[in-house]
């Protein structure tokens, strides 16, 4: 499986699979949107949170902002950077690395015989959401292991990339769905979920089980041979970082959510027959005109 620059989207043996996002959205919940997303509670914040906030280390003021889909992106490049540094030196036996905090970046950069190119990274301020996610892995015993990994399947005609796979301490993968904002309307929604939860709402914490869900199942069609543990979602906002594991009610449903994304819509063609022929070139009118004359 490979992104397609011509289709925009990751393909298999030529055929293109629909994104798993837009496809959880067509399925289970068509009708949100934020402007119409005035009911429920205001926050999501829990007082597990709450104390996981008071107890983790807190990132040096100063690094980059991160809102919105840009800062979203912004998490996502600097934990692709981070992490492949992190592997790289690992592999040649050197001390591992650590990004909870800035100080602790330039305490690396100092002690360790790194290249150029690495130093710099490592004393570059990173965002304040990308610490506070290395502050949660080191904490919950997660171990990095790759970043936007490709997975698809056929059979669901869907794929996506992998925020962010880790090891637990059992050495099973841990595929985890990194969010970053939706601070005060994380529980707000339009309505309920379209399909098999009638009391379960299309709140953006709703969507996110089930995006983690599909991508962890995506994970495990892409890679029988790995041990998997359940899929997480890690979301960052100002306040701090919370981890929450895919919960009961979608892994009661599981056959019923894959069966749905895979009957819905139109199956994929192969790429031969999606190539349509060009269009026929059209004549100047004073050319028609020459060809009458002479005729």
Known sequence: MCWSRKFRAFAVNGVPMRGAHPTLRSCFYPNYSFAAAAQ?????DSEWRAEQLAAQERPAPGGPRVRGVKGGLLVDAEMRRTVALLLKHRAAGLAPLAFTSHAQQLLFSERLALPARDKALLRKRLSGACAKIWQALVRLGLTP?????PVGCPALRSATAADLVCEDALRRKVVVEVKTGFLGYHLRHSGALAGIWP???????????LQAFLTTELYRRTFPTH???QGAVLRVDALGVELTPVQPWVLQGAAAILARVRDSGAAPRPAAEQRSAPPARRRPAAAAKRRAARA
């Not at 292991?145 to 990994?149: F, H, I």
């Not at 009391?199 to 953006?204: E, G, N, V």
């Open 40 to 44: 429920g509670p205001a926050s999501a």
């Open 145 to 149: 292991c790759a970043t936007q990994v």
């Open 199 to 209: 009391r379960q709402t299309d709140c953006p914490a709703n969507q996110h089980q």
């Open 227 to 229: 041990a998997v543990a």
